[in-house]
């Protein structure tokens, strides 16, 4: 069984940070591209940030020099470090991850979000 566990959301008041993690774990073959979305209230989810297995970024326009991916391969873990928190950028934050699996095959995994609320 494979899976991706999220931590490090919660509150933040307007211009501070958070740090968001997602590990993969099970029987997995190889992490390729990880990424983070988010989905606010009545909002369709969108893309924040994605990173390649060999370190090639995509940052959301929203977020660009604000928010910075990065990946520990060795550890098959994303963070997500966000500073200078907008109220806008309160959502429930999802972690992505293509993985080829030992034995199946290419799967989409999705963490079970968490929760980032920015006050103003």
């Known amino acids: 069984q494979v899976h991706l566990v999220e931590s490090g959301g919660g509150q933040a008041q307007a211009g501070g940070s958070l740090r968001l993690s997602c590990a993969a774990s099970?029987?997995?073959?190889?992490?390729?591209?990880m990424g983070w979305y988010r989905q606010a209230p009545g909002k369709q989810r969108e893309l924040v940030a994605t990173?390649?297995?060999?370190?090639?970024?995509n940052h959301a326009d929203s977020v660009k020099g604000r928010f910075t991916i990065s990946r520990d391969n060795a550890k098959n873990t994303v963070y997500l470090q966000m500073n200078s928190l907008k109220p806008e950028d309160t959502a429930v934050y999802y972690c992505?991850?293509?993985?080829?699996?030992?034995?199946?095959?290419?799967?989409?995994?999705w963490g079970q979000g968490t929760q980032v609320t920015v006050s103003s």
């Open positions: 099970g029987n997995i073959f190889r992490v390729n591209t």
């Open positions: 992505n991850a293509a993985v080829t699996l030992a034995i199946y095959g290419d799967r989409d995994l």
């Open positions: 990173i390649t297995n060999s370190g090639i970024t």
